[in-house]
């Protein structure tokens, strides 16, 4: 198994329903009510447009590889990513449970929900196996 869990985050108020949501297995993202844009990562103002009218909504979870660096050199060995959302923004994250040279940029990715040492559930993903 290939993969890292950094250390924990540090909620805050404003993204504490995040954290909520992960830990029951759900991925959130914020959107604006204004103009309709998903942003990543979450804030409370619209990164697009300035309005303050944001929401959170259900992710669906997938997405695609934009690009990916494999720290070959690290122990153990792990994969760093830009994966863009179904929904539109770019995240950056970690690709786990896979062999790093079988990723290509523009592959599907789902989310996989891995513990911190503290016992978040910090989202990364995996190849899709469905697509």
Request: hydrophobic share 35%; glycine share 8%; proline share 9%.
């Amino acid at each position: 198994m290939i993969g890292r869990v950094p250390s924990d985050p540090q909620p805050t108020a404003e993204t504490q329903p995040f954290w909520d949501a992960a830990r029951q297995g759900r991925f959130l993202v914020k959107r604006c009510r204004a103009c309709t844009k998903a942003h990543w990562y979450p804030r409370s103002h619209c990164p697009f447009c300035a309005s303050d009218d944001t929401e959170w909504v259900e992710g669906s979870g997938g997405g695609t590889i934009y690009s990916y660096s494999v720290m070959r050199r690290a122990e153990p060995v792990y994969v760093m990513a830009y994966v863009t959302l179904d929904e539109g923004p770019t995240m950056m994250t970690n690709l786990v449970d896979c062999d790093p040279d079988a990723l290509a940029v523009g592959a599907r990715v789902r989310i996989a929900f891995k513990s911190s040492p503290g016992g978040f559930a910090v989202p990364m993903f995996s190849p899709d196996v469905r697509s």
